[in-house]
């Protein structure tokens, strides 16, 4: 599967994005999807994922309240909106699919998006 995100940018502490992610190729609700993002110096981390239908979400504890995935599998679509951003939050954004229905493990995704910028000015 091919995936190609979108939606990145500058803004500032407060302000809100929405990041989309788009896939191809194959059946997209075949897939558990997941938003990863990497700070520079830093490992990539999971920052949100969502099953296969879109009924079960997991998000990591410092976006949690703040960010959601959601999925349109008829779009072949992931999204992430992100509200209340902080600087701590500036990265590239990575969606990401896993066979399995549910993953927050970086292993386990075996496709990846090319990434997005967001930067957060304080």
């Known amino acids: 599967v091919q995936l190609q995100a979108s939606g990145g940018g500058l803004v500032q502490a407060g302000d809100s994005l929405r990041l989309s992610c788009t896939a191809s190729g194959r059946t997209f609700s075949n897939y558990g999807m997941g938003w990863f993002r990497q700070a520079p110096g830093k490992e990539r981390e999971v920052v949100g994922v969502i099953s296969w239908s879109g009924g079960i979400t997991n998000y990591e504890d410092s976006v949690k309240g703040r960010f959601t995935i959601s999925r349109d599998n008829a779009g072949n679509t992931v999204y992430l909106q992100m509200n209340s951003l902080k600087p701590e939050d500036t990265a590239v954004y990575y969606c990401?699919?896993?066979?399995?229905?549910?993953?927050?493990?970086?292993?386990?995704?075996?496709?990846w998006g090319q990434g997005t910028l967001v930067t957060v000015s304080s």
């Open positions: 990401a699919a896993t066979s399995r229905r549910l993953s927050v493990l970086r292993n386990d995704y075996a496709y």
